[in-house]
């Protein structure tokens, strides 16, 4: 499965959206790209995955550059409990296990 | 409905014994996953069932890691003769798709 590169961690206000960039500019053609996040003293929880197009669901959106090197996760009103850390996964359709890097720890703020 | 659960939370061992951890899928979850998570890491994968086969202990770190999952549901993962390093979060997932997993709230082991 390619690498991904985040940023270790971003801060952003309460009620603002909160882009949540990575890169993966060694993605292949059939591997997908997945968020998960890990509150604290909590196991990691899905969010939203995306091959190419962008994709939107009831947590976040996923916006996918056209080349596919790179993506972003927004979550469009950010609230306290958002605060956690994000994972950027890519693993292609038929994989199985995720593999995680250090991930973006998101400090959501009053 | 009920998630994924996992017993005991919190277990301390002196170096050197034997530990076993519980993990209970939902229902129905086909996949189940292990995960090694150490302090301020991301998870790492140690092993993958398929009902009841293993079809990858890959990342099992030594021979002293064992999983089973007889009845291709409830799964434990035994380590013998903990070493100081094993202490970590060990985090259960299960899957019935192929692209979500969903995850249990971790055992702490501490190995002292």
């Known amino acids: 499965d390619a690498k991904t590169t985040q940023p270790p961690s971003m801060d952003c206000a309460e009620g603002r959206a909160a882009n949540l960039p990575c890169n993966h500019s060694?993605?292949?053609?059939?591997?997908?790209v997945y968020w998960y996040r890990q509150i604290h003293s909590q196991g990691p929880q899905y969010i939203i995955h995306?091959?190419?197009n962008n994709e939107t669901n009831e947590m976040a959106s996923l916006i996918i550059t056209e080349d596919r090197k790179s993506s972003t996760l927004i979550l469009p009103h950010a609230t306290l409990r958002d605060t956690a850390v994000y994972y950027c996964?890519?693993?292609?359709?038929?994989?199985?296990?995720?593999?995680f890097g250090g991930g973006t720890r998101l400090m959501v703020k009053p | 409905g009920a998630g994924v659960s996992q017993s005991p939370r919190y277990k301390v061992a002196k170096r050197g014994q034997d530990v076993a951890l519980r993990c209970d899928p939902i229902?129905?979850?086909?996949?189940l996953f292990w995960y090694q998570q150490a302090l301020g890491q991301g998870p790492e994968f140690l092993t993958y069932?398929?009902?009841?086969?293993?079809?990858?202990k890959s990342g099992l770190p030594s021979d002293r890691f064992f999983a089973e999952r007889p009845e291709g549901s409830v799964s434990t993962l035994k380590i013998q003769r903990t070493q100081q390093e094993d202490s970590a979060v060990y985090l259960c997932?299960?899957?019935?798709?192929?692209?979500?997993?969903?995850f249990g709230p971790g055992t702490r082991l501490t190995v002292t």
């Open positions: 997932a299960s899957s019935l798709q192929s692209y979500e997993q969903y």
């Open positions: 060694t993605i292949s053609g059939n591997e997908y």
């Open positions: 995306g091959l190419k």
């Open positions: 996964i890519v693993r292609g359709n038929a994989g199985n296990m995720l593999t």
């Open positions: 229902s129905g979850h086909v996949s």
């Open positions: 069932f398929q009902n009841e086969a293993q079809l990858d």
